[in-house]
């Protein structure tokens, strides 16, 4: 029997959003626990959710920087962190944690900048470590089959893309009352952008992961739909792929009646495929015969590179912490094996800084082409 892992966390404190979703993605395979954290900038916010948690005291800290050194000391010290704070604050914390040689697990955006996430990603590489970057929605198993599809060729060359993700819950000026929103329209704690980033990255990378396809350049509008609002809250971009493809993403905050409204559209010389967020049961696709099929997670047709990542048989929903818990399996085994000597780059099937700096250099582009009268900007190519 493998080892169980053992894992802290910085971020995830009292009334937060995604580290409670992360620990309970993690809890699901009983593969890691968790021993200790810094869940917020106020000890005793920290105190409160590491009690909670059944967390040793010595092992609930004051900042992060104490966290990495204590449990960089400890012969039984965790084997990864998870980090779940606001943007700004990743890569700090990323590189103290990767400096003090423990595995990094962090959301999404990775950085704010390319040029962090690049920094990143070399450490890791130069350190020997994982980077797991939760972009979480690749982790579906109805997601992972389009891949093995796309990647089978079932729908031949791919020729245009459509990916939107609307939200409206920022349509109001007043979000003063939101934690999770006060902090995302703050360009000092979330960057350059915010739709586009927060969920136009969603876009860039579920299309990336199921197509394979990298972005050559884009065209982009990032407006301010609510007065006052000093990053974009509805972007629009085309975008160029290196197979000569083309695309349109949309990323909205103010668009009321959407809650998660992922949906990544593939058309492809042979066929089309269709996959929704919000449905991650179900993949509809169609072939030149024109019928539409739909296909359920569960069932025989599911590529076995993707089935084995469900849980439970057919009808009985799967959904996001499922898929956030896959991302981490791989990376747990991909830890474990890095121990044991058996690691292969095929463990790589999660996303990693190198996901992150896709995500930022297109971010980055967009910013450009926006802020410069919506012109065509080129995506630099990315050493691996
Ligand atoms: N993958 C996804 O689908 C997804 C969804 C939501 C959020 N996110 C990402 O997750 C991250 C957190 O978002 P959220 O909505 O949970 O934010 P949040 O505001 O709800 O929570 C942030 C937490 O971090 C703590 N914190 C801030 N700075 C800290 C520090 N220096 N040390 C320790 N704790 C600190 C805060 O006290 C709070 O508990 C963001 O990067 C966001 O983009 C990803």
Known sequence: MKRRLTYGMVGGGPGSFIGDAHRRSIALDGKAEIVAGSFSRTYEKSLETGRDLRIAEDRIY?????????????????????????????????????????????????????????????????????????????????????????????????????????????????????KQASWRIDPELSGRTNALGDIGTHIENSVYRMTGLHITEVLARMEKKVEGRALDDNSTVLVTYDNGA?????????????????????????????????????????????????????HDCIDPAASCYGRLPSGHTEGWFEAMGNLYVDFIDAIIAKEEGTFSADMLKFPTTLDGIYGLTFVEACLESSENGNKWVKLPTIQE
């Open 246 to 298: 083309s695309g349109t993403y949309w990323a909205s905050q103010v668009a009321r009646g959407h809650d998660n409204g992922l949906r990544i559209r593939i058309y492809g010389e042979k066929g089309s495929i269709f996959w929704f967020q919000e449905e991650p049961e179900k993949l509809r696709y169609t072939l030149s015969d024109g019928y539409v099929r739909e296909i359920h997670r569960g």
């Open 62 to 178: 004051s900042d992060y920087k104490t966290m990495a050194e204590a449990e960089a000391a400890r012969e039984d010290g965790i084997d990864f962190v998870v980090i779940v704070t606001p943007n700004s604050s990743h890569y700090e914390i990323g590189r103290t944690f990767l400096e003090h040689g423990i595995h990094v697990a962090c959301d999404k955006p990775v950085t704010t900048t390319s040029a962090e996430a690049i920094e990143l990603h070399e450490l890791a590489k130069e350190k020997g470590l994982l980077f797991l970057v939760t972009y979480v929605y690749s982790g579906h198993v109805t997601a992972m089959h389009a891949r093995e599809m796309i990647e089978a060729g079932e729908i031949g060359e791919i020729r245009v893309v459509q990916g939107e993700y609307p939200q409206g819950w920022l349509a109001d000026a007043d979000v003063s009352d939101n």
